[in-house]
């Protein structure tokens, strides 16, 4: 058998590279089908985990005088009978009996400045007015005797008992013990009036309490010069101020294009920023008839009609003017909420309450709308519950707040 000739031979690669071709485009297939396959696997536990993002609110305490307020303002509470206590004499102050939140009464000394030099000049004032007096009793008991002298003296010379030299005698003692007395009537006159001068320098030097009130600050210490306004360098005027806390209003800024909705003896409800739960009762006493131009606003004082012992002057308060006077059962605090807070289920309103990302569902009554709040029953204040809550939303669902 010949031999085959090798040489001739060719082999052919054509075949296998496509085969090479083939097997890798397999293996491309299949290593993304598995990847295809894993993320449809990610998809699916992330859609599938059952967290829910919503919006949260909170039930509060709402006041139903808010359904029936006209307009909203802010001011503060100030004295209508205040004063800046002072002296009108120069000198050292040696007594300071006050302090601040004294209740004193009018006349009640509150401070005094030395006031030796006066006093001994009131007290030798009252010496010559007792020394005058005393005089006049003497002039006024020769007075007495120098007339009764005088009668009998005309008597007796109208008998001719006594000669007109001795009547004469008579006259002119008489005259004189008139004319003594008139002096002496005027030198206690003098002597009054520089008791009077006396009294009054030492009156200035007391500083007293021009009417009952309480006093609010104390601007001097014992020890300070006191001069009349403080016109002195180094030295005080005012030694307290003190106020009528009787006269305590509020005096609030209206915008002037919402003056229309107020008018005088208007009922307003006061609230104060430092006790928030406190709402006193109040009117409109008077609209004062300037425009500040820089605020474009106008003042408004209003009086307490009901009183508290904490407001004091210079807190800050909101007014809310009322429509017409509130009833008791609208000044009691009830709970609201949103009304895009409450879902309708199964025909019944209901609220989903947030617990640790948790909702529960919670059967409440709606009521009365309070401004932008409606009056709900079935929650508690400080409950956070979804904001418009979607169909998904169920009992028991977990969630996640947006933060905003």
Do not use: C
Not at 61 to 90: D, F, M
Not at 187 to 202: K, P, Y
Not at 257 to 286: C, H, M, N, T, Y
Not at 304 to 331: G, N, T
């Amino acid at each position: 058998m010949a031999t085959p000739d090798l040489s001739k031979l060719t082999i052919s690669r054509e075949q296998k590279a496509f085969s090479g071709r083939k097997t890798g485009r397999r293996k491309w297939w299949i290593g993304a089908a598995v990847l295809v396959a894993i993320g449809g696997a990610g998809v699916a536990w992330r859609g599938g985990s059952g967290t829910q993002q919503v919006e949260s609110g909170v039930v509060a305490s709402a006041y139903p005088s808010q359904s029936i307020t006209e307009l909203n303002a802010t001011g503060r509470v100030s004295a209508q009978r205040k004063a800046a206590v002072s002296t009108k004499a120069t000198g050292r102050l040696e007594f300071l009996g006050v302090q601040e939140g004294s209740v004193v009464k009018a006349g009640d000394i509150l401070a005094r400045i030395e006031n030796r030099d006066v006093s001994a000049t009131q007290d030798q004032a009252q010496a010559s007015l007792r020394a005058a007096k005393a005089n006049m009793e003497q002039g006024m008991a020769e007075l007495r005797d120098a007339e009764s002298n005088l009668r009998r003296s005309e008597d007796l010379a109208s008998k001719n008992f006594i000669s007109s030299a001795t009547l004469d005698t008579a006259k002119a003692r008489h005259d004189k013990a008139r004319a003594a007395v008139a002096s002496l009537n005027g030198a206690i006159g003098v002597a009054e009036a520089n008791l009077r001068a006396t009294n009054v320098a030492v009156e200035q030097t007391l500083i007293r309490a021009p009417f009952d009130g309480v006093v609010l600050t104390k601007n001097a210490n014992v020890g300070d010069i006191i001069t009349p306004f403080s016109s002195a360098a180094d030295s005080k005027g005012a030694v307290v101020n003190m106020a009528d806390m009787s006269t305590l209003e509020v005096e609030a800024d209206v915008s002037e294009i919402s003056l229309s909705k107020i008018s005088v003896a208007q009922p307003v409800e006061i609230q104060l920023d430092a006790f928030p739960d406190l709402r006193l009762l109040g009117k409109v006493s008077r609209i004062v008839p300037t425009v500040d131009r820089s605020k474009a606003t106008v003042l408004v004082k209003v009086e307490f009609v009901e009183k508290d012992k904490r407001v004091l002057p210079d807190m800050s308060a909101k007014v809310s003017f009322l429509s017409r006077e509130m009833k008791p059962e609208e000044r009691q605090p009830v709970i609201a909420a949103q009304a895009a807070t409450i879902a309708k289920r199964d025909g019944r309103d209901v609220m989903f309450v947030i617990d640790n990302n948790v909702v529960r569902q919670t059967a409440v009554t709606a009521g009365s709308k309070i401004g932008d709040l409606v009056q709900v029953t079935g929650v508690k204040p400080g409950d956070k519950v979804v904001l418009n809550p979607s169909e998904k939303i169920k009992d028991g669902a977990t969630i996640a707040i947006i933060k905003k």
